[in-house]
């Protein structure tokens, strides 16, 4: 019996893994020195090397953005469809590392019965009997070219891609409601100066009118301020589109009605601006933090690990 384990440890111990193993190519742009260099952006004071925050959103300090950002987050159909394919990709890490382990079964059965006396030509009653039944079984696949080690890594490679793909997703979720709740702020803080530049040129033209009543104009000065009056109001309309088209798109992106926007958000006339220099890192930084490129970077790896398993 010793012999038998001192057998199995040491074809266990043998076990290898066939095929490459990952390494971030040498010639990847992450691998050069001047990748992590800073950016050379000639003095703007308007941004900084301070590393980017995970919600840099909050660097515009506006509680209602804040409140837009989260329930984007919280209910766009994007992110939930990335976020549940990354459920499933780590489930299927899961069950390729759960390959690897030791399987243990246990079954059992008990039973009562009396078998008939007449079938077996006995003139005595037999007896009432109990009957059991138990066993229990170990399982385990030998891993000998570590095909299961390599399906294991090409599983957790992919999970780490569709995480990268979740990011991404709520990435574009969040770039594009402050986008929008920028624009309809300042869509409808150029309105109000519309409005307002109308109202002065509409007295303008009151006045014109009636110095041409009293005798002291004339048609010409009218005719001027009329079609200044209706440049104006013409300015109003590309406003108001530009207003209920961001507004349109952040209630898509909330999953809400256009109408069920809250009030706050179409009353907004002055867009919030950044309290601090935005920070943007260095070279390195910017890379890592591109979902894109890491997801590209994690299938690479999943391929790699999936010629091992072939």
């Not at 590393?51 to 840099?56: F, I, N, S, Y």
């Not at 209910?75 to 990709?89: P, S």
């Not at 009151?206 to 001027?224: I, T």
């Not at 009030?263 to 890379?287: E, K, S, T, W």
Request: proline fraction near 4%; include cysteine; charge should be negative.
């Amino acid at each position: 019996c010793r012999a038998t384990l001192f057998a199995l440890a040491g074809m266990l111990g043998a076990c290898t893994m066939v095929g490459p193993d990952y390494q971030v190519p040498s010639d990847a742009v992450i691998q050069r020195t001047d990748a992590s260099a800073l950016f050379d952006l000639l003095d703007n004071a308007h941004v900084d090397q301070a590393p980017l925050p995970a919600d840099w959103w909050k660097l515009y300090d506006d509680a209602l953005l804040d409140r837009l950002v989260h329930e984007a987050l919280a209910n766009n159909t994007d992110v939930r469809l990335a976020y549940h394919n990354l459920r499933r990709a780590y489930e299927g890490f899961q069950m390729a590392h759960h390959a690897q382990e030791v399987e243990f079964g246990a079954a059992g059965s008990l039973a009562r019965g009396q078998l008939s006396s007449e079938s077996l030509a006995l003139a005595e009653k037999i007896p009432v009997m109990n009957l059991a039944d138990a066993g229990l079984s170990v399982g385990y696949q030998l891993d000998l070219f570590g095909k299961l080690k390599r399906a294991a890594e090409s599983a957790g490679a992919s999970a780490d891609a569709s995480a990268a793909a979740l990011d991404a997703a709520r990435i574009t979720v969040v770039a594009q409601v402050v986008r929008n709740y920028l624009a309809a702020c300042h869509a409808s803080e150029e309105l109000e100066i519309a409005e307002h530049s109308l109202g002065i040129q509409q007295q303008q033209l009151d006045v014109a009118k009636r110095l041409l009543a009293g005798g002291r104009g004339n048609e010409v000065d009218v005719a001027r301020a009329r079609t200044q009056v209706e440049a104006l109001r013409a300015e109003l309309s590309p406003f108001e589109s530009k207003k209920a088209a961001a507004l349109y798109q952040i209630a898509a992106l909330l999953a809400r009605t256009p109408g069920d926007l809250p009030a706050a958000v179409a009353a907004c006339n002055h867009a919030p601006q950044l309290a601090q220099p935005l920070p943007v890192g260095d070279g390195g930084a910017l890379l890592k933090r591109r979902p894109g490129i890491r997801a590209a970077e994690r299938m690479l790896a999943s391929a790699t690990a999936h010629n091992g398993v072939a």
